[in-house]
């Protein structure tokens, strides 16, 4: 039966088609016994991965910080293999003292190779989820999630949704002509003469070294450029660790938020960047300048920007690169939250189950909402927005989905009568 022609609900929609959806995506299928047309994946843009493609392409990545056996597909040395067998093992990069990374086109690829390999596309849903309630029906207790392209019904619903594409914008920064984020409205192809870079962690001086080739650069930082080969300590990708340094403090806790903003690398640059950077300014290419910006405004098509130590900076154009608005205050999962009566815990922190990553409801019980990436931090530690953060969360999601269907089998036999949800 194919998915438009199913009556019931589905088994479980996975809401984002990033790294972590594609990445579940998969596992539900491999291993918590899911048929492909009780599971879909609804994402706004055209293909799978969009989102984090346009992203590198933006500020001209070209390599992953994080090792070839983090990718989206299910076999640990699969990424490995790929370059093997197409002669491509050149672009699986030396990093010393730790293992080697791809380069993003063979991350991409393979990728790709993986998505077609198993017709990942054809369960992809080309919409947006507007928010998700609990069904009307006192039969069952499962979800309806509202999209851009109408309701869908389903028993579990999983939020992959990364960091919601919200992203952070300085006050000074509102309003400014000529002022954009990297991830937005910048234009990587648009040629000016001198460009500021708002930032200092890895995408702004990323960004910064290609603009260099072909314009004046400055990155204004507020900190000094700071090294770090990995965004946190690697042993936080095992589950023990999790367990025994972040599950120790209470769930939705001020301790476990801080322990996660502790152990995070935020704002840092690996080492062959930095290296780069460096290089860069020796040549003279490019400035590193620190200071906290007072206020912009454009005048005659430059933008001036007024800093916190009565200094001045004009370009041509400036680009923030400073990162993303938080993931747990954001509006889309405040109402669902709201809707579904899930439990916060401090800043807003999305309070899971340690051991399945179902969203616990304010009454203590499980929900059927689970949580993976960065949204998952307060259980899955400071790499759960990471491409290692989509294995550990997927583990525990397709275990307890596995689990849920064979309870679930004798529910949905009772109800074949189920029709559509309809429209709002
Ligand atoms: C330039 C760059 C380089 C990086 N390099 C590395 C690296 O080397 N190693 C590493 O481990 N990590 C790296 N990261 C971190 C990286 O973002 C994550 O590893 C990964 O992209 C997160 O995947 P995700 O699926 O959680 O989020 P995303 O890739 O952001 O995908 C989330 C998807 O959810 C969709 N979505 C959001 N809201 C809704 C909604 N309401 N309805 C439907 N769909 C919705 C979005 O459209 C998006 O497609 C990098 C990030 C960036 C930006």
């Given at each position: 039966m194919s998915y438009a022609s199913r009556s019931g609900p589905l088994e479980c929609v996975i809401v984002?088609?990033?790294?972590?959806?594609?990445?579940?995506?998969q596992r539900l299928l491999e291993d918590a016994g899911l048929d492909r047309e009780a599971v879909t994946i609804v994402d706004p843009h055209e293909r799978l991965?969009?989102?984090?493609?346009?992203?590198?392409?933006?500020?001209?990545?070209?390599?992953?910080?994080?090792t070839f056996v983090h990718h989206v597909g299910t076999e640990p040395f699969g990424l490995e293999d790929f370059a093997e067998a197409r002669g491509r093992t050149d672009e699986l990069l030396p990093t010393p003292g730790y293992p080697r990374r791809p380069s993003l086109s063979l991350f991409l690829d393979y990728a790709d190779y993986v998505i077609d390999g198993n017709d990942l596309a054809a369960l992809h849903r080309q919409a947006s989820v507007e928010t998700i309630r609990p069904t009307a029906s006192d039969r069952d207790d499962g979800l309806v999630l509202e999209t851009s392209d109408g309701p869908i019904r389903t028993r579990h619903a999983v939020l992959a949704i990364g960091h919601g594409g919200r992203y952070r914008r300085p006050d000074w920064a509102e309003g400014v002509d000529g002022v954009t984020h990297v991830w937005d409205e910048f234009d990587p192809d648009a040629r000016v003469d001198e460009t500021v870079v708002v930032g200092g962690g890895i995408t702004a001086c990323q960004l910064a070294t290609c603009l260099a080739e072909r314009e004046a650069v400055t990155v204004l930082s507020r900190h000094p450029v700071e090294r770090a080969v990995t965004e946190a300590d690697p042993r936080w990708i095992n589950w023990n660790h999790i367990e025994s340094h972040l599950h120790r403090h209470p769930s939705g806790s001020r301790a476990r938020y801080e322990t996660v903003g502790a152990a995070r690398n935020d704002a840092t640059v690996p080492p062959y960047l930095h290296d780069r950077l460096e290089a860069a300014v020796d040549r003279g290419d490019l400035a590193v300048r620190r200071g906290d910006i007072g206020s912009a405004r454009t005048v005659d098509g430059t933008v001036r920007l007024l800093l916190a130590d009565g200094g001045c900076l004009v370009a041509d154009r400036v680009v923030l690169a400073t990162g993303f608005a938080p993931v747990f205050e954001h509006p889309f999962v405040e109402r669902v939250a709201r809707n579904l009566d899930l439990e916060r815990g401090y800043r807003g922190?999305?309070?899971?189950?340690?051991?399945t990553l179902a969203w616990r409801r304010i009454d203590g019980g499980r929900s059927r909402l689970f949580v993976t990436g960065a949204l998952a931090a307060g259980t899955v530690g400071p790499l759960a927005g990471n491409v290692a953060?989509?294995?550990?969360?997927?583990?525990?999601?397709?275990?307890?989905?596995?689990?849920?269907?064979?309870?679930?089998?004798?529910?949905?036999?009772?109800?074949?009568?189920?029709?559509?949800?309809p429209s709002a």
């Open positions: 984002g088609g990033g790294i972590h959806g594609t990445y579940l995506l991965l969009d989102s984090f493609r346009r992203k590198a392409r933006a500020c001209e990545m070209t390599e992953l910080r994080s922190m999305a309070v899971l189950e340690d051991e953060g989509a294995r550990r969360s997927a583990d525990r999601i397709a275990a307890t989905l596995e689990t849920e269907g064979d309870g679930l089998e004798a529910v949905s036999a009772g109800e074949e009568t189920a029709g559509p949800e």
